[in-house]
């Protein structure tokens, strides 16, 4: 089955900087790749996703790339605000919804 | 709109005691349904899925298990609970193929005892 790896674990920045996270997955069918965000005791949702007929998509202050060669996808946040502080998961999805192991982001006012 | 329910919120569970947690989804048909559980501080792992009615794929050997008496109904069970299968508990479910969003239940917090 597929096998996600999600790194950092965590991850601390300031406020107003950059946050990048990466993931990889082992299945070349794999064609969605959403990305979720989990606040504390909340359920996870939906921040942004990309299939494999697209390398980039765009929502304002998130993006998300994919390397489909290289079987990797990463997130982007520019100019963070406190309220991004969470932890996010990447997920790939062929037969079945598999997610990385999660990243803390916590961004510093 | 759809939406999922699931029960109950938090359950504290002595060990070797059942356990039975359900999910339904209103508002949509032949949903994918899914069971995570989520460890303390720890990613989202995949403990069944189910395509339709009867249908349970198992992704990790241990003694829970999966059923789907109807067609928006999945629950997840054991017969003797682990001080190991404590957790938060998601069900989750997307429509159609496989590979669209998947939208999740609030979660169950499970403590063994």
Redesign the interface.
């Known amino acids: 089955?597929e096998n996600v790896e999600?790194h950092p674990s965590t991850l601390s920045v300031q406020e107003g900087d950059s946050a990048v996270i990466k993931c990889t997955y082992s299945d070349s069918a794999?064609?969605?790749f959403?990305w979720y965000k989990q606040e504390l005791g909340k359920?996870?949702?939906?921040i942004i996703?990309i299939?494999s007929n697209v390398g980039e998509k765009k929502d304002q202050r998130i993006a998300v790339t994919l390397n489909k060669t290289a079987k990797h996808f990463s997130l982007h946040i520019t100019e963070t605000q406190p309220e991004d502080s969470a932890v996010y998961?990447c997920?790939a999805?062929?037969?079945?919804?598999?997610?990385?192991?999660?990243t803390?982001l916590t961004v510093k006012p | 709109s759809q939406t999922i329910h699931q029960w109950p919120a938090t359950l504290v569970q002595p060990v070797g005691s059942p356990l039975s947690l359900e999910c339904t989804v209103e508002g949509t048909s032949n949903p994918n349904l899914y069971w995570y559980r989520q460890a303390a501080g720890r990613g989202l792992q995949l403990l069944f899925y189910s395509v339709g009615i009867g249908q349970i794929s198992s992704e990790v050997p241990q003694n829970l298990s999966a059923s789907r008496p109807q067609d928006r109904q999945f629950i997840l069970s054991s017969k003797k609970l682990l001080l190991s299968d404590s957790g938060f508990y998601l069900c989750a479910w997307n429509i159609g193929q496989v590979n669209t969003e998947a939208f999740f239940g609030q979660g169950t917090r499970l403590t063994v005892v």
């Not at chain 1, 037969?95 to 192991?101: K, L, P």
Request: glycine letters at 12%.
């Open positions: 089955g999600q794999s064609n969605y959403p359920r996870p949702q939906l996703d299939r998961f997920a999805s062929s037969n079945d919804m598999r997610f990385g192991a999660g803390r």
